[in-house]
């Protein structure tokens, strides 16, 4: 399977506690983007990596969200003290970055806090 | 006013006619746009972009770009049941990486 993988596909959390999402590009591309979508709404942009660095974070993301790419290969996203309105499908995508940019989409993770 | 705007219908089509889905986008500065289907409880996958005024067709779907007009649409020729989706059109706004994304338009195609 040469898709985006995103683990896990479903997390179900209490409120105050801390998540960790992780995304696995296509191999041979080296942009990576985190987004959040929420039901009847367009993805929104949270974060994008270059290889390891991370070039852009939406100003919309507090100090709780954090993200890394070890290495330029996987990425993880942590969400700390988890609030009820960051109950939303966490999408990762990632890009060959060439031309215009197209977005590959991993199958996201789900995350629900109670 | 938001920065990316459609209907979010839903638009309901006839099988076999064509659909034809809006977008309108508020920065003048844009300058890649794209159209993506989401079908319900998946991803997002990307259809078609396009960065120059005019049209830009890929078999059964043609893209039309108005820069003067701020407006980029979505045309779906012989539409199918399969087509039935959410249509997301996104905007290349600050840079060549971040999107701006409209919140969708359900299209549903009745047999």
């Known amino acids: 399977d040469t898709g985006v993988s995103q683990n896990p596909r479903h997390k179900i959390t209490k409120r105050g506690q801390n998540v960790t999402f992780r995304c696995d590009p296509i191999?041979?591309?080296?942009?990576l983007y985190w987004y959040r979508q929420t039901l009847g709404q367009g993805p929104e942009f949270l974060t994008y990596f270059q290889n390891e660095a991370q070039l852009e974070k939406s100003r919309l993301l507090s100090d709780r969200f954090s993200a890394e790419r070890p290495k330029g290969s996987f990425s993880t996203l942590e969400i700390q003290r988890t609030e009820q309105g960051d109950s939303a499908m966490y999408l990762c995508?990632?890009?060959?970055?060439?031309?215009?940019?197209?977005?590959?989409f991993g199958s996201g993770t789900q995350l629900s806090v109670l | 006013q938001k920065e990316v705007e459609q209907n979010s219908g839903p638009l309901s089509v006839p099988e076999g006619a064509i659909a034809s889905l809006n977008c309108t986008y508020s920065d003048r500065g844009s300058q890649s746009f794209f159209w993506y289907r989401q079908y319900s409880g998946k991803s997002p996958e990307l259809i078609m972009f396009i960065y120059s005024n005019g049209d830009k067709e890929d078999g059964r779907f043609t893209a039309q770009l108005n820069k003067a007009s701020q407006y980029v649409s979505l045309l779906i020729r012989d539409s199918q049941p399969s087509d039935s989706a959410t249509y997301l059109c996104a905007v290349n706004k600050y840079s060549n990486y971040q999107l701006i994304w409209g919140a969708g338009t359900k299209l549903i195609i009745k047999p």
């Open positions: 191999s041979e591309h080296n942009r």
């Open positions: 995508a990632s890009s060959p970055g060439q031309g215009p940019e197209k977005l590959f």
